[in-house]
C-alpha cells in the first residue's frame, strides 16, 4: 500500500512539473521536427511524465491531421450545407483525444469528473451521428424541412429487422414521413444523451447514484444510441448504390470505429481488472485510476490512426474540381 501510495505522489508530481506551456510553445513555434529532437532524450523522465508527454503528442498529431483537413474544406468551401456536416464530423477525433489527455493529467480527480468528461464524449458522439444522417441526406438532395424529396426515391422498401419489427412492419414504403421517421430516430439520441448525463452528474454530487441507477442509465443510452446507429444502417441500405461515390461506409466506419473503440477497450479493461491481469503494482497507480488512465492513452493514441483514415473518408476533392476535371478529361478521351 505504501508503495501504492508513493508512486501516485510520484505521478502527481510529475504532471505538476511537466512544462506544457513551453511544450505547447514549442509545437508552434518551431514545429514537429524541433519538437522530436528536443523530446529524443528521455533519460530524465518518470513513467509518468512520458506517458503524459506521449499522449499529449498523440493529441497534436490528431489535431494536426484534422486541421490540416479542416483548413483544406475551407480553402474548397463550395458546398456549405455539406461542408458544415464534415468539419463538425471530422472534429471528433481531436476533441477525443483532448478530452481523454484533460482526463489522464487529472487521474486522481472526482468521479464526478470523470463522468463529465465522459458525458463530453459522448454528447459530442450523439450530435455527430446525427450529423451524418444530414449529410447523407443533403447528398441525396432530401429536405425534410421543405418537404422536399426527389420522386426517385419515393417509393422504396426498408426492409426492418427484429428487434425494430416488433414496433414497425417489416417493410415500409419510403415517403416523407418515413424519413422523417428515421431522423427522429437520429435526433433522439442527441436529447437523451445531455439529459442523462446532467441527471447523472447532478445525482453524483449528491452522493445518490447506487448501482442499479447506473445500470438504468446505461440500458436507456445504449438503447437509445443503437437505434440512431440502426436508422443510420437502415438509410444506407436503401441508398447504397446512390451513396457510393461519396463513399458513406468510410464515412461511417469512421465514426463506428471511434465509438466502438472507445466502449468495447473500457468493457475489456473492466474484465481484466476483475480477473486480476491489471493489478496496480504493474504501473504507478491504483487499480482504479489505472484502468481510467489505460483508457485514456489508448484513446488518445486511437484518435492519431482515425484522424488519418478521416483524410482519405472525409477527402476535399468532391469540392475541389478536380473530379470534374477527371470527368471532362475522360469524355474528351473516349
Not at 472526482?110 to 459530442?124: D, I, P, R, T
Not at 422504396?156 to 431522423?183: A, C, D, G, W, Y
Amino acid at each position: 500500500t505504501s508503495c501504492t501510495s508513493t508512486a501516485s505522489l510520484d505521478f502527481e508530481i510529475a504532471i505538476s512539473q511537466l512544462p506544457l506551456r513551453d511544450f505547447t510553445h514549442q509545437i508552434c513555434a518551431w514545429g514537429f521536427p524541433h519538437l522530436l529532437v528536443k523530446t529524443m532524450d528521455f533519460s530524465h523522465l518518470n513513467r509518468g511524465q512520458m506517458t503524459l508527454m506521449g499522449s499529449a503528442f498523440c493529441v497534436v498529431l490528431s489535431l494536426h491531421f484534422t486541421l490540416q483537413l479542416v483548413s483544406q474544406h475551407l480553402f474548397y468551401w463550395k458546398n456549405p450545407k455539406e461542408q458544415k456536416a464534415i468539419l463538425i464530423i471530422i472534429l471528433m477525433a481531436p476533441i477525443y483525444a483532448a478530452v481523454s489527455f484533460v482526463g489522464l493529467s487529472d487521474i486522481r480527480g472526482s468521479k464526478a469528473f470523470f463522468m463529465f468528461l465522459e458525458s463530453v464524449k459522448e454528447c459530442y458522439e450523439a450530435f455527430v451521428i446525427a450529423k451524418f444522417m444530414a449529410l447523407m441526406y443533403s447528398y441525396l438532395n432530401i429536405s425534410i424541412s421543405k418537404n422536399i424529396v426527389p420522386d426517385e426515391i419515393k417509393g422504396r422498401e426498408i426492409h426492418h429487422s427484429f428487434p425494430m419489427t416488433l414496433f414497425q412492419p417489416r417493410t415500409v414504403r419510403l415517403n416523407h414521413h418515413t424519413l422523417k421517421l428515421l431522423k427522429y430516430w437520429t435526433w433522439q439520441f442527441v436529447v437523451i444523451r445531455p439529459v442523462c448525463s446532467v441527471l447523472m452528474i447532478t445525482l453524483q454530487l449528491l452522493q445518490f447514484y447506487p448501482s442499479w441507477l447506473s445500470w438504468t442509465f446505461t440500458i436507456i443510452l445504449n438503447v437509445s444510441v443503437s437505434l440512431a446507429l440502426y436508422s443510420l444502417v437502415a438509410f444506407y441500405h436503401v441508398f447504397a448504390k446512390e451513396l457510393e461515390p461519396h463513399k458513406p461506409l468510410a464515412k461511417f466506419l469512421c465514426i463506428k470505429g471511434i465509438v466502438f473503440f472507445c466502449f468495447w477497450q473500457g468493457v475489456v479493461l473492466d474484465i481484466l481488472v476483475a480477473v486480476g491481469i491489471i493489478r496496480a503494482n504493474h504501473f504507478w497507480l491504483d487499480v482504479e485510476h489505472l484502468e481510467e488512465a489505460l483508457q485514456n492513452v489508448l484513446v488518445c493514441l486511437e484518435m492519431v490512426v482515425f484522424a488519418v483514415l478521416q483524410q482519405y473518408a472525409y477527402h476535399v476533392y468532391p469540392y475541389s474540381g478536380e473530379t470534374e476535371a477527371k470527368l471532362k478529361l475522360g469524355k474528351k478521351l473516349e
